[in-house]
C-alpha cells in the first residue's frame, strides 16, 4: 500500500474501533463509571497504571481498587486516613502490590494538595510530544518520600521506555472522539502532542504495515511510529492506535 491507500486504510479501522462498545471490553470502561472529572481521571491513572497483562484480569482488578477506594477515589486521595490505607495492602495486581497502591494515594495527593492536579502537571508545557512531560511527571510523583521498588511502575521515557500505559491515559483524557470513549476532559493539551501506547499488538501489526522498523517496543521505536503517523494525521496521530489495536488484537492481522 501507498500512503494515501494506508491512510484510507486506518482511517476506516479507526471509524470501525472508536466506537461505544469498545469500551465494554476495555479497561476505560473503569473510569467510564464515574461523572467528576477529578474521579474520571484518578480512575483512569491507576487503571492505566495496571493495564498490562490479560484484559479480563485488568478489568477485575481495576474495579477492586475503586472499590477500595469506596468507589469515590478524589474524596479518598484528599481525605484517607492511615486506617484508610491499611485496607490497601493487600491488593496484588501481578507485581503492582498494596506497597505501590498505598504509595500511589499518598503521591496523588500531594500532587493535587501541592501541584494544581494530575492535568496541571501533565500540561505544564509547550513540547511539541509528551515523552520528556512524562519524565518531568515521574520526578514530581516521587518528589516526596517513596519505596524504591515501586518506581518501575511510572515509566520514564527518558530511560529508553515508551510509556505505553501513561500515553494510554494521556489519550483517554485529551482526545475528544465524539463517539463516548476517549473522554477529552483536558482542555489544556492538544491531541496533536500525544503518542500511540506502543505495545505488543499496536508494534505488530505497525511493522507489518511498514509503519515501523525497529525490532524493540521502545523510546526510539515510538519516535519512529510517531513520525510515521503524523504523516497520517497531524491533528490526531494517536487516533490509529484504534487501528492498530483493533487489527492487533480483535483480527489477528
Known amino acids: 500500500m501507498n500512503l494515501t491507500e494506508l491512510k484510507s486504510f486506518l482511517d476506516e479501522k479507526v471509524i470501525e474501533y472508536n466506537q461505544p462498545k469498545f469500551v465494554e471490553s476495555d479497561p476505560i470502561q473503569i473510569p467510564h463509571k464515574f461523572n467528576r472529572k477529578e474521579d474520571i481521571e484518578i480512575a483512569a491513572f491507576l487503571t492505566a497504571t495496571i493495564a498490562w497483562g490479560n484484559r479480563k484480569m485488568i478489568n477485575n482488578n481495576a474495579k477492586k481498587m475503586m472499590e477500595l477506594l469506596g468507589n469515590s477515589p478524589y474524596d479518598f486521595v484528599l481525605n484517607h486516613s492511615e486506617e484508610n490505607l ?74 529508553g521506555s515508551a510509556a505505553k500505559r501513561i500515553n494510554m491515559f494521556l489519550r483517554w ?73 483493533g487489527l492487533g488484537v480483535f483480527e489477528k492481522f
Open 86 to 159: 491499611e485496607s490497601l495492602e493487600n491488593f496484588v495486581h501481578r507485581t503492582f502490590n498494596g506497597t505501590d497502591f498505598v504509595f500511589f494515594i499518598k503521591a496523588l495527593q500531594n500532587i493535587y494538595n501541592h501541584h494544581g492536579g494530575l492535568e496541571v502537571v501533565f500540561a505544564n508545557t509547550e513540547e511539541e510530544r509528551m515523552q520528556n512531560v512524562i519524565s518531568t511527571f515521574k520526578e514530581t510523583f516521587f518528589s516526596i518520600p517513596h519505596p524504591e521498588r515501586t518506581r518501575k511502575h511510572v515509566s520514564d521515557p527518558k530511560k
Open 173 to 245: 483524557m485529551v482526545r475528544n472522539d465524539q463517539t463516548g470513549v476517549d473522554f477529552g476532559i483536558w482542555k489544556t493539551l492538544s491531541p496533536s502532542q500525544l503518542s500511540c501506547p506502543l505495545d505488543v499488538h499496536s508494534g505488530n501489526v505497525a511493522r507489518k504495515l511498514g509503519l515501523l522498523k525497529r525490532k524493540q517496543n521502545d523510546a526510539k521505536a515510538l519516535r519512529e511510529l510517531d513520525t510515521r503517523l503524523r504523516k497520517l494525521d497531524s491533528n490526531d496521530p494517536v487516533k490509529y492506535d484504534f487501528a492498530l489495536f
